[in-house]
């Protein structure tokens, strides 16, 4: 079998299995044909022996000459007739010892015969299976009594069982033609097998195939960026080594449908929504945000012979990515408060030199005191209460550049923060930094535009960005934190990688971070930090 293709050695299989049914077939046929045979001829045989031992002139003979030797003569005929319409092989007289009286074989007569299990002796009819000059048959015998009731002789009767073709042959009508056409079709059937297996398989062969499989298998778990795939009916079919640590899966979650695989939720909706077919066939890759990692996320569809069989994902780990995007953005936003304050203070030596060409000294001194007092208001209003020197200045410049944009930002009068040990103060910038620019961002345009910001380390770390926007809908509050960017231009429940990163700084300090309605309206962010570390 080694040499043979895998078409062939299903057929040398198939057809193996088809001898074998037809083999079992055949047996129980000879098995249900040989009970019938022996229980309708068994009762035959009985029969015929006794009406041979009924016969008047063998009762007479049997019971007034039973030594005569010239008895087997005169019942030679009553002995052959019972041959000739029973269609039995054998009939015999034999005494009480087995010995052969009278038969329609002559040559035996005075053979000794082995009763055995027979009951005739006893004065009882009995049938069952006996060697007959080494023939297996069917032996059917009846005694021969006197009117005292005592056995003068045994009537036997017995027919040779039939061969296995001829019981065959009588085990029903066409049984042999049921066999032949079984037969055939079961050769044509697996030739047929063995040729679409053989298509599906490509003509390759099982040590083809096992290779194909093996190298598969290892540079599938060999590529880093993660690769999951999933069917029409929403089953993980395909997970390797990246996309489980990425997802942070077991091992066995092939199998599963995504949503109970233990996946983040955003990941499940993005997967769902590949399930449904809904851009499948994107252009652009997807960031989503879980809450320890930041994932890019790319999804084709998987096709075979024109049909739709599922959807694969590649994902790949930026979570420093976004960590550098994180930094830039805080970059960007010194830029803007610096281009602000700029914007500010030149508007402001316009107006002073101006006064001054015109002679109004007393107006200049009054401004320049104005500008003064107001920008020490604001410096003491955040310095007072925060005592980090770097998070005070954040929220110096983004009063400023809130400012420009016409919404008021101001501190809560409750606020407390001590010094921050200086990698603390980073991530607490970062943090304080998104949600403000969001903040800012749905407030504009609003009334009363107003932000208000909590910071409180006396219980952990709590920061609070209230805004007066129109606020966040419930169904959204989870998915404003998980869907970041996307090359798309819109991306529908986000607002960039800033909210992301929020929840993934937030995640690696132990922390918490909720959404809720604002007292007044708009919305507020709470982010709740369990460890916090001062600088001595």
Same mark, same amino acid.
């Given at each position: 079998?080694?040499?043979?293709?895998?078409?062939?050695?299903?057929?040398?299989?198939?057809?193996?299995?088809?001898?074998?049914?037809?083999?079992?077939?055949?047996?129980?046929?000879?098995?249900?044909?040989?009970?019938?045979?022996?229980?309708?001829?068994?009762?035959?045989?009985?029969?015929?022996?006794?009406?041979?031992?009924?016969?008047?002139?063998?009762?007479?003979?049997?019971?007034?000459?039973?030594?005569?030797?010239?008895?087997?003569?005169?019942?030679?005929?009553?002995?052959?007739?019972?041959?000739?319409?029973?269609?039995?092989?054998?009939?015999?007289?034999?005494?009480?010892?087995?010995?052969?009286?009278?038969?329609?074989?002559?040559?035996?007569?005075?053979?000794?015969?082995?009763?055995?299990?027979?009951?005739?002796?006893?004065?009882?009819?009995?049938?069952?299976?006996?060697?007959? *000059? #080494?023939?297996?048959?069917? =032996? %059917?015998?009846?005694? @021969?009594?006197?009117?005292?009731?005592?056995? !003068? &002789?045994? /009537?036997?009767?017995?027919?040779?069982?039939?061969?296995?073709?001829?019981?065959?042959?009588?085990?029903?009508?066409?049984?042999?033609?049921?066999?032949?056409?079984?037969?055939?079709?079961?050769?044509?059937?697996?030739?047929?097998?063995?040729?679409?297996?053989?298509?599906?398989?490509?003509?390759?062969?099982?040590?083809?195939?096992?290779?194909?499989?093996?190298?598969?298998?290892?540079?599938?778990?060999?590529?880093?960026?993660?690769?999951?795939?999933?069917?029409?009916?929403?089953?993980?079919?395909?997970?390797?080594?990246?996309?489980?640590?990425?997802?942070?899966?077991?091992? *066995? #979650?092939?199998?599963?449908? =995504? %949503?109970?695989?233990? @996946?983040?939720?955003?990941?499940?909706?993005? !997967? &769902?929504? /590949?399930?449904?077919?809904?851009?499948?066939?994107?252009?652009?890759?997807?960031?989503?945000?879980?809450?320890?990692?930041?994932?890019?996320?790319?999804?084709?569809?998987?096709?075979?012979?024109?049909?739709?069989?599922?959807?694969?994902?590649?994902?790949?780990?930026?979570?420093?990515?976004?960590?550098?995007?994180?930094?830039?953005?805080?970059?960007?936003?010194?830029?803007?408060?610096?281009?602000?304050?700029?914007?500010?203070?030149?508007?402001?030596?316009?107006?002073?030199?101006?006064?001054?060409?015109?002679?109004?000294?007393?107006?200049?001194?009054?401004?320049?005191?104005?500008?003064?007092?107001?920008?020490?208001?604001?410096?003491?209003?955040?310095?007072?209460?925060?005592?980090?020197?770097?998070?005070? /200045?954040?929220?110096?410049?983004?009063?400023?550049?809130?400012?420009?944009?016409?919404?008021?930002?101001?501190?809560?009068?409750?606020?407390?923060?001590?010094?921050?040990?200086?990698?603390?103060?980073?991530?607490?910038?970062?943090?304080?930094?998104?949600?403000?620019?969001?903040?800012?961002?749905?407030?504009?345009?609003?009334?009363?535009?107003?932000?208000?910001?909590?910071?409180?380390?006396?219980?952990?770390?709590?920061?609070?960005?209230?805004?007066?926007?129109?606020?966040?809908?419930?169904?959204?509050?989870?998915?404003?934190?998980?869907?970041?960017?996307?090359?798309?231009?819109?991306?529908?429940?986000?607002?960039?990688?800033?909210?992301?990163?929020?929840?993934?700084?937030?995640?690696?300090?132990?922390?918490?971070?909720?959404?809720?309605?604002?007292?007044?309206?708009?919305?507020?962010?709470?982010?709740?930090?369990?460890?916090?570390?001062?600088?001595?």
């Amino acid at each position: 079998m080694r040499g043979r293709s895998l078409a062939g050695q299903f057929l040398a299989f198939q057809l193996v299995v088809v001898a074998v049914v037809l083999v079992a077939v055949a047996g129980v046929s000879v098995a249900q044909s040989e009970g019938e045979f022996r229980e309708v001829r068994g009762q035959r045989m009985i029969a015929v022996a006794e009406n041979m031992a009924s016969t008047p002139i063998v009762r007479e003979r049997t019971e007034q000459h039973p030594a005569d030797p010239f008895v087997a003569r005169t019942l030679a005929p009553e002995v052959d007739r019972a041959v000739a319409l029973s269609g039995a092989t054998l009939a015999e007289i034999l005494g009480p010892d087995g010995t052969v009286r009278v038969s329609s074989d002559p040559s035996r007569g005075g053979a000794r015969v082995d009763l055995g299990p027979s009951r005739a002796d006893e004065g009882r009819a009995w049938f069952g299976d006996a060697d007959i *000059d #080494a023939t297996h048959s069917l =032996v %059917g015998q009846v005694p @021969i009594l006197s009117t005292d009731g005592q056995v !003068l &002789a045994v /009537a036997s009767v017995s027919e040779a069982y039939p061969s296995i073709w001829a019981l065959l042959s009588g085990a029903g009508e066409g049984l042999l033609l049921y066999l032949g056409l079984g037969a055939a079709l079961g050769l044509v059937a697996s030739w047929l097998l063995s040729r679409r297996i053989k298509r599906h398989t490509r003509g390759l062969e099982v040590a083809e195939i096992a290779s194909l499989a093996d190298h598969r298998e290892a540079l599938l778990h060999s590529i880093r960026e993660g690769v999951i795939a999933v069917n029409n009916e929403g089953e993980i079919t395909l997970l390797n080594d990246g996309a489980r640590d990425l997802l942070g899966v077991p091992d *066995d #979650a092939v199998g599963l449908r =995504v %949503g109970t695989a233990g @996946i983040d939720p955003a990941v499940v909706s993005f !997967l &769902a929504a /590949a399930e449904d077919g809904e851009g499948s066939g994107g252009a652009g890759d997807t960031v989503i945000a879980t809450r320890t990692r930041v994932l890019t996320l790319s999804r084709r569809p998987a096709t075979s012979q024109g049909r739709r069989i599922g959807t694969v994902i590649t994902m790949r780990d930026s979570t420093e990515l976004a960590a550098l995007q994180g930094q830039l953005s805080s970059h960007k936003s010194v830029t803007d408060t610096l281009r602000a304050q700029t914007h500010e203070f030149a508007n402001q030596l316009h107006t002073i030199s101006g006064l001054v060409q015109l002679g109004e000294y007393d107006a200049v001194r009054d401004l320049v005191g104005t500008l003064t007092r107001r920008r020490a208001e604001i410096s003491d209003a955040v310095t007072q209460r925060i005592s980090d020197p770097a998070v005070a /200045a954040l929220l110096i410049a983004k009063t400023s550049l809130a400012a420009e944009s016409d919404v008021a930002l101001s501190l809560d009068p409750q606020s407390h923060l001590a010094v921050l040990d200086p990698a603390l103060a980073t991530d607490v910038i970062t943090l304080l930094g998104n949600l403000i620019d969001n903040a800012v961002d749905v407030s504009v345009g609003a009334p009363h535009a107003q932000v208000t910001v909590c910071i409180d380390d006396r219980d952990g770390l709590a920061i609070s960005v209230l805004d007066s926007g129109p606020g966040v809908p419930e169904h959204l509050r989870e998915a404003i934190f998980a869907r970041g960017v996307t090359s798309k231009p819109e991306v529908p429940g986000g607002r960039g990688i800033g909210l992301a990163l929020v929840r993934l700084v937030t995640a690696q300090h132990g922390g918490t971070i909720e959404v809720d309605d604002g007292p007044g309206g708009g919305a507020r962010f709470l982010v709740r930090l369990q460890a916090v570390s001062h600088h001595a």
